[in-house]
């Protein structure tokens, strides 16, 4: 079964810092890779995914992630954070070949907090 | 307007009551989901169902059940709620073009 490890659980940042936040995933075939932001008290919405091409994949809100597929990573970035990226960050992995809707596999979270 | 709606928003429970969570779409996606989502953890998926009529277990399925008898909605049983499941419950769902999960609100669930 697929798994996904986030290295940070916490991040505090200044703003207009720039952010890195690890995930990497255990998979031996083909997947599709996604960041879900939860904003305080709402509900996880998409930022970004990976399905094929290019392994550089830009989302909503300046983020962007990058896939490397010999390092099974897909981290994310934004090179200038504000105080509204205060949020939880969950990637998440499917396996491209799963056939049937069986879901997606979370990481545990990063919960991030931006200074002002 | 579009989307996930569930019900109800939050609920104390006395253990070994029964309860059911509620869930409806109406973008008639085929797949449906109930994770759990609890501190440190992350979200863990409990049940699934690929298309109206099926239904699929997750990561944690225990204690929990759940029916799909049509494209809306995707109900949540706790047959006697245990102290353990209290979480914070997200239903989700997707087509079948593999974009991603769409997630209702929640539900926050406390069971004493």
Known sequence: AQSVSQHNHHVILSEAASL???CNYSYGGTVNLFWYVQYPGQHLQLLL????GDPLVKGIKGFEAEFI????SFNLRKPSVQWSDTAEYFCAV???SGGGADGLTFGKGTHLIIQP | IAGITQAPTSQILAAGRRMTL????DMRHNAMYWYRQDLGLGLRLIHYSNTAGTTGKGEVPDGYSVSRANTDDFPLTLASA???QTSVYFCASSDHSGTGLYFGPGTRLTVL
């Open chain 2, 82 to 84: 245990v102290p353990s």
């Open chain 1, 94 to 96: 499917k396996p491209h």
């Open chain 2, 22 to 25: 509620r869930c409806t779409q």
């Open chain 1, 20 to 22: 890195e936040l690890g």
């Open chain 1, 49 to 52: 995914k990976y399905f094929s």
């Open chain 1, 69 to 72: 597929k010999s390092k099974f």
